[in-house]
């Protein structure tokens, strides 16, 4: 299946992309719907004959889980990443967080904020959550996975290397788009261990290009890893980090200054399109 969240008469609502329709699965949005225990088997088994429908084309998705409990990410996880950013492959994940108020839609503007001028792009396959768990193992780790989105990381890398800490270069206010939609892992190539191409553009160039059978960690990996520190709840989003193309580590380095139109796409998931603007005034 693939779920997304519709913003709709100024809420939002669960839906099931059925071809051309979105189906309505009576929830406010995908994380309302994957707090249910029978989730799957309720947004299966919905129809469009009894349920309200709205058109595909031209929909308007909010981020897929607009307020997860936890956006955990990981750093350094593409083999060629690590190297182009001259690193030893590590042996464990480097793990930072994001905030829900940094998230946006997939065809949101990104919101670039006046105090950086090192502004890049990071493409990422993200996990969403579909099952409470902590410590979880092998087979607890792959069912505890709903299913994969596409995640912009954005980051200030002025303020990302202030520290030795990434955190307060990774959390801007509405810089991080998600989404269009949540593919299930029957869905996938590998499953939730999904071999798919990833790729972001700007401007229609060609900036990263990779498979995610490069990563280091997989997505089963990393759930057991992060459900070791921290209880995972549905709707929680792991994004699994990023392969080598990003801005910071060309020559000369490489930042997004605005009005750049940034695409930001995975094989079989789908894309986001986001401008980049200033940053409205609060």
Not at 266 to 272: F, K
Request: aromatic share 6%; hydrophobic share 40%.
């Amino acid at each position: 299946m693939k779920l997304a969240t519709l913003r709709t008469g100024g809420t939002t609502r669960a839906v099931r992309l059925d071809g051309d329709l979105l189906v309505d699965l009576g929830a406010a949005d995908l994380g309302a719907l994957l707090a249910r225990e029978d989730w799957a088997e309720h947004a299966a088994a919905v129809t469009a004959g009894d349920a309200r429908t709205y058109p595909a084309a031209g929909a308007d998705f909010a981020p897929v889980i607009p307020s997860p409990s936890k956006v955990v990410c990981v750093g350094l996880n593409y083999r060629n990443h690590i190297q182009e950013m001259g690193r030893d492959l590590p042996e464990h994940p480097t793990l930072f967080a994001k905030f829900a108020d940094s998230l946006i839609g997939a065809g949101d503007d990104i919101q670039r904020p006046e105090e950086t001028g090192a502004f890049d792009w990071e493409v990422e396959l993200a996990v969403v959550i579909g099952r409470p768990v902590r410590r979880a193992r092998g087979e607890e780790a792959e069912r505890a996975i709903a299913g994969f989105t596409v995640l912009n990381d954005i980051t200030c890398r002025d303020w990302q290397f202030r520290t030795r800490e990434w955190l307060q270069g990774k959390m801007w206010d509405s810089s991080t788009p998600v989404g269009p939609c949540l593919v299930t892992p029957d869905e996938l190539p590998g499953g939730v261990r999904p071999a798919l191409d990833v790729r972001l553009t700007v401007d229609g160039e060609v900036m990263q290009s990779d498979t995610t059978g490069d990563l280091l960690f997989d997505p089963v990996d990393l759930v057991e890893y992060v459900s070791t520190v921290t209880r995972l709840n549905p709707g929680d989003i792991i994004a699994t980090g990023t392969p080598g193309g990003v801005g910071h580590a060309r020559t000369p380095a490489r930042y997004l200054t605005g009005g750049e139109l940034v695409v930001t796409e995975i094989e079989g998931i789908g894309r986001l399109e986001n401008r980049v603007v200033a940053e409205k005034s609060a």
